[in-house]
T-cell receptor, first 112, second 117 residues
Framework: GDSVTQMEGPVTLSEEAFLTINCTYT??????LFWYVQYPGEGLQLLLK?????DKGSNKGFEATYRKETTSFHLEKGSVQVSDSAVYFC???????????FGQGTELSVKP | GAVVSQHPSWVICKSGTSVKIECRSL??????MFWYRQFPKQSLMLMAT?????????EQGVEKDKFLINHASLTLSTLTVTSAHPEDSSFYIC?????????????FGPGTRLTVL
């Protein structure tokens, strides 16, 4: 079945370090891909998305490119801040209005 | 825009009692609402999908008689955990989707932490 796999956390970085959180997916079709962020004690917020191959989603300095050939959607940020500390979820959905399939989440901790 | 609220944000109850959690879309009409369960440091597990005015569709392994879902209006869905037990303790999150609001995007509520003693 369809699935999403993320790198295990926690990931601990110093402020201004470069961030990569790996995400790969298994899908029989052509899903849309998402990154969600969950700050402590809060619900999920959509961070960015890409709907087709080679699309790049970007928001708040984060970006991810939909790579069909490697079935990946890695999240990157050039310089992280303490305020980026959160749990990040990669997800896919097939149809408009369909069910989201989440990865297991990756906790990021950024130290000053 | 596209704000989803949940109430209560946390609840503690005794084993055997029932607990109702509300999910509201505050500024849009939600044709579909989803209920998720999240265990500590784990991913979200979809429990059920509900469309306004019709019965919820439950995921495999979710007891529909234990987790009652009602989506009576375009802005409100409720999840009732009946005869709660300690193993039902978890973080419950709802999301809402509307045709007129960035179709295909789910907007998530802040979650409700349930602790069953």
């Amino acid at each position: 079945g369809d699935s999403v796999t993320q790198m295990e956390g926690p990931v601990t970085l110093s402020e201004e370090a470069f961030l990569t959180i790996n995400c790969t997916y298994t899908a029989t079709g052509y899903p849309s891909l998402f990154w969600y962020v969950q700050y402590p004690g809060e619900g999920l917020q959509l961070l960015l998305k890409a709907t087709k191959a080679d699309d790049k989603g970007s928001n708040k300095g984060f970006e991810a490119t939909y790579r069909k050939e490697t079935t990946s959607f890695h999240l990157e940020k050039g310089s992280v801040q303490v305020s980026d500390s959160a749990v990040y979820f990669c997800a896919l959905v097939y149809n408009q209005g369909g069910k989201l399939i989440f990865g297991q989440g990756t906790e990021l901790s950024v130290k000053p | 825009g596209a704000v989803v609220s949940q109430h209560p944000s946390w609840v503690i109850c005794k084993s055997g009692t029932s607990v109702k959690i509300e999910c509201r879309s505050l500024d849009f009409q939600a044709t579909t609402m989803f209920w998720y369960r999240q265990f500590p440091k784990q991913s979200l597990m979809l429990m059920a999908t509900s469309n306004e005015g019709s019965k919820a569709t439950y995921e495999q392994g979710v007891e529909k008689d234990k987790f009652l879902i009602n989506h009576a209006s375009l802005t409100l869905s409720t999840l009732t955990v009946t005869s709660a037990h300690p193993e039902d303790s978890s973080f419950y999150i709802c999301s809402a989707q509307g045709l007129a609001v960035r179709y295909n995007e789910q907007f998530f509520g802040p979650g409700t932490r349930l602790t069953v003693l």
